[in-house]
């Protein structure tokens, strides 16, 4: 069985995007190189035990699915595991697990990435089978046609099963109004229904080239060694269509505040949210990144936060609460709050509550203290983060994917540290407006 | 000087699709021709007075603008007026003007015309020059980027200017969160400020050819002679291209109500709207584009509708209150409700009042009595309509160039009249949901 999953930027799927914390003294001795046809290698040492873990990552996502063929670069992850000319269906993945491997694939806005953790002496095995399929993928009518079925079944046990799914996709669209984020990364119903074979053919021809990958190699392996086995394997794949880059479409600038209500039998708690467009890592001036995430760990990441003390703890309106900045992003990232109410609190009274803290933040701004606190807290999560060898391997992939340099994960934690109190303030002052929000309402339907 | 103007969906800028009526026993004989080229001549006779109505309408529109690259259509339009390889730039306007005439031209969604009043002697000298432009524009770059500003300064004028403008845009876009009816006709400001000669030039390549036009001419003419002289102008031209369909992407499902709320300084009366996606007459069922139609007469298109006696006579609640049905498009149309606060009455009193009169009327359902009432209202403003001579034109105009058929007008009067109180309270009951539907709150901001 192959177990695919979709990174989903909600805070109702997803929580938040995995933080990174390497300080220049961390001695993390990361070592980058470019193969002949392009293809990115990453290797990271990690001696902990005898595993390794290999990823690739295509820069291609389901923002890069053509308009009105949503779904496609999701649909395309399964396809991968379909056999190519030479390998059949199945061989690969059992290979994977007669060794006692694990295997994985994910789809996300911007990227699509495949990985297999697996004992060293199998790594050349797995960029073999990985380099094969990256251009020789069987895509016949017998292997596409009922998997799109297979598909339609996830979304509609995904979206559809889940009230919250489908208020959040919904949510999505309304605070990218014109930018293909607005678009759900599994794709619209019916537009899944009408992909066809020569879609996904068109689409793996111009995105899954050699130029357009980035190997993650973690694990106890020498650089030197990995780089020779790439060569011999992904080394060898020509590509069949020239180098092009992605264009993605802008949104209009934000001036309207939007609420939107979804009701359904199937809720028992309500959820209140609110999502505040906001820069990614990658778009935001100077150090805004760092900054929105030191708000986000301020106002609600952690037991000792604004929002956790005042509405949870001192109020206790609601059962969960907190707020969290998902910055890792091509184009626009979002800064989110999130409620749900305790007891007989109406979502009218948490909205009130949690606008209370966020006014007051902004009104007093935050102090030295609480900033400190906060860094602290979340440069802990951080580093703990990175003991998984393949949250370590997925830290760079999804950076250096969306156009950041090994730089940009190795000196984080430097550049968090250098944050200010006014450079938070400045953020919190200049995102968390009304008119840039969409909030959402997640309510049971009234018999 | 070149007027243009835009047809916008929103009841802010243009309350309703003028609506049409004709029964058979109207005694209209419109003829109908296709030259050898494609193109499409409707004559309709007019012979109250020596005046004649060109009209040439491309089945083009700003949701046909390529994504990324709205407003091309309307610029188009503007660029029409800058002359052709043998026609300088004013050459055409001013033998329009020399001889008393009107000209103007109009982008929608779905449709591009152009149209001159004139009189009959004057016909064959129009669409000389008509159907010179229809393939030999001149575009260059001294044409293109001057006429680029003047766009930005009109859609500065007409959007940012106006606080129910920029709502309205991101009604629009709230309403088909997929669909191209979600961008504006004008096009986003950022993405105009990118639009090169080459894009316009592609699109005018691709759309303005002889199979994609309807040539609607009414007034005192004969249709012998007006086919002699179409044969003898635009059935010269020839196409560049094959004829092509246009492809829409269509929208999810609506399920989650969506409120919007816009605080500007300038906004002195606060406005209240609500439009429920509603099927157009063209993606209609049976007569539910009718029904629609006179749903919207009985709730608030008149004086003696259930709106404007409990809103704004019996309550004092509005200035202004009603509802009005928006049918003509290719894809979807919507259902609208508005409401302008009077005195101290505030913006949420109106709409739990306005809620009040939908939830009594979807409640005790409307009635024979009423629905007469308003249908016979409803076809005497049609026919009142049908009075002047470019109305009458431009309803032929607009249900060809959406896939409509001649007859769709002549026997729209005589469907209208078919519908019944159950036809009525069926669609009432079917779109007027909270889930489709999109509310604006347009407010004075707080100082």
Same mark, same amino acid.
């Given at each position: ?146 998997? %799109?079925?297979?598909? /339609?079944?996830?979304?509609?046990? =995904?979206?559809?099963?889940?009230? !919250?799914?489908? @208020?959040?996709?919904? +949510? ?100 209140? %949210?609110?999502?505040? /467009?906001?820069?990614?890592?990658? =778009?935001?001036?100077?150090?805004? !990144?760092?900054? @929105?995430?030191?708000? +986000? ?151």
């Amino acid at each position: 069985m192959v177990r695919t999953f979709l990174i989903l930027f909600s805070a109702l799927y997803f929580s938040v995007a995995t933080a990174f914390a390497f300080s220049k003294s961390s001695g993390l001795e990361v070592t980058e190189y470019e193969l002949d046809n392009g293809t990115r290698l990453i290797v990271i040492p990690d001696r902990r035990a005898p595993v390794v873990t290999h990823m690739i990552w295509y820069e291609v996502g389901s923002a890069d699915d053509p308009v009105g063929k949503s779904g496609i670069s999701h649909f395309l992850e399964h396809l991968m595991f379909k056999g190519t000319k030479t390998v059949p269906q199945g061989e690969f993945s059992s290979a994977v697990s007669e060794i006692g491997g694990q295997e994985n694939a994910f789809t996300s806005y911007d990227y699509t990435a495949y990985y297999q953790k697996v004992s060293p002496d199998a790594l050349e095995t797995m960029m073999t089978y990985e380099a094969d399929r990256m251009r020789n993928l069987v895509l016949s009518d017998e292997v596409v046609y009922p998997e %799109r079925d297979v598909i /339609l079944e996830e979304r509609s046990g =995904r979206v559809d099963n889940s009230p !919250g799914a489908i @208020l959040s996709e919904f +949510a999505q669209a309304a605070l990218f109004v014109h930018h293909p984020y607005g678009t759900p990364i599994i794709g619209w119903e019916h537009e899944i229904a009408k992909l066809e074979r020569e879609d996904i053919l068109a689409f793996y021809e111009r995105w899954y080239q050699p130029w357009n990958a980035t190997v993650v190699v973690a694990g106890d392996v020498l650089p030197e060694n990995v780089l020779a086995m790439a060569e011999r394997t992904y080394g060898k794949v020509v590509a069949s269509l020239a180098e092009a880059k992605r264009e993605r479409i802008r949104d209009p600038k934000p001036v309207v505040a939007k609420e939107l209500r979804y009701s359904d039998e199937r809720v028992t708690n309500p959820v209140w %949210r609110r999502a505040f /467009l906001a820069p990614s890592y990658n =778009r935001a001036e100077a150090n805004e !990144g760092e900054a @929105l995430d030191l708000l +986000a760990a301020i106002l609600g990441e952690s037991v000792t936060s604004r929002i956790y003390k005042d509405i949870v703890l001192d109020k206790a309106l609601a059962t969960s609460a907190g707020s969290f900045y998902q910055g890792s992003a091509l184009d626009s990232g979002y800064f989110g709050l999130y409620a749900t109410p305790r007891g007989e609190t109406t979502v009218e009274d948490l909205e009130t509550a949690m606008e209370q803290v966020i006014d007051l933040m902004l009104e007093e701004g935050v102090n030295q203290e609480e900033l400190d606190r906060a860094r602290n807290s979340f440069l802990k999560t951080a580093i703990f983060s990175r003991d998984s060898q393949v949250t370590l391997a997925r830290i760079f992939g999804s950076v250096l994917s969306i156009g950041g340099k090994v730089t940009d994960v190795t000196e984080w934690e430097d550049r968090l540290k250098r944050v200010s109190v006014d450079d938070v303030n400045a953020v919190a002052k200049k995102y968390l407006l009304r008119d840039r929000a969409v909030t959402s309402y997640l309510l049971p339907k009234k018999g």
